[in-house]
């Protein structure tokens, strides 16, 4: 019986946590991270404010909480697409194609690339975008090696963060479709893969 009840604590908490990130997420796309207020989160979840800050503590941790959401939807595609690709290069640019359409589409990262109101959370992509940028670069470079066994750690990381960067120059300023995009990326990394391949040979 115990263990049922804390499955039933666990989920209610699963879900109640779900929904303070939703209710956060759409705040943030609307009004930018200064207008955030833990109050008008709790009144969009139809909760306590002490509940949100029960969960998260304060205003900093519940938006790296919506950022590491958003950031593992966007993880979990890329690792689809490498997963269906028959080779590297193909899984780059999948993974590059994915991530600027999805990002164009998910408001909270439209909000932050293209809104005034949503400026002051581009940092979280850029300056402060740290954490973000070290978890795309190693699932990057650890499908690298998927495809490339014998490829060294210096050498899918390098090509990983160059893959990552550029792709997040394309987001920063459109100046192409996502699928354009993809391809100068690919086009950027394929003398290197060739390099790296025919080394390996």
């Known amino acids: 019986m115990s263990d049922i009840t804390d499955s039933f604590v666990e989920r209610t908490r699963t879900s109640l946590r779900e929904t303070l990130l939703d209710a956060a997420a759409e705040i943030l796309a609307a009004r930018g991270y200064a207008a955030l207020r833990?109050?008008?989160v709790a009144s969009a979840a139809?909760?306590?404010?002490?509940?949100?800050y029960n969960e998260f503590g304060n205003k900093n941790a519940l938006v790296q909480a919506v950022v590491l959401r958003t950031t593992g939807e966007f993880l979990d595609g890329i690792h689809q697409r490498f997963a269906s690709a028959?080779?590297?290069l193909t899984g780059i640019r999948g993974a590059v194609t994915y991530t600027i359409e999805h990002a164009r589409e998910n408001r909270l990262v439209a909000s932050a690339l293209g809104t005034p109101q949503g400026e002051d959370l581009l940092p979280l992509l850029t300056t402060r975008g740290e954490p973000v940028l070290s978890a795309a670069m190693e699932t990057a470079a650890t499908h690298y090696r998927q495809f490339l066994p014998t490829l060294s750690t210096d050498a899918a990381n390098l090509l990983a963060e160059t893959a990552v960067r550029l792709s997040l120059s394309h987001l920063v300023l459109p100046t192409h479709s996502a699928a354009e995009a993809a391809d100068l990326v690919c086009a950027a990394l394929a003398p290197a893969i060739t390099h790296y391949s025919s080394t390996m040979e």
């Open 38 to 40: 833990m109050a008008d």
């Open 46 to 52: 139809g909760v306590s404010r002490q509940t949100v």
């Open 86 to 88: 028959p080779d590297l």
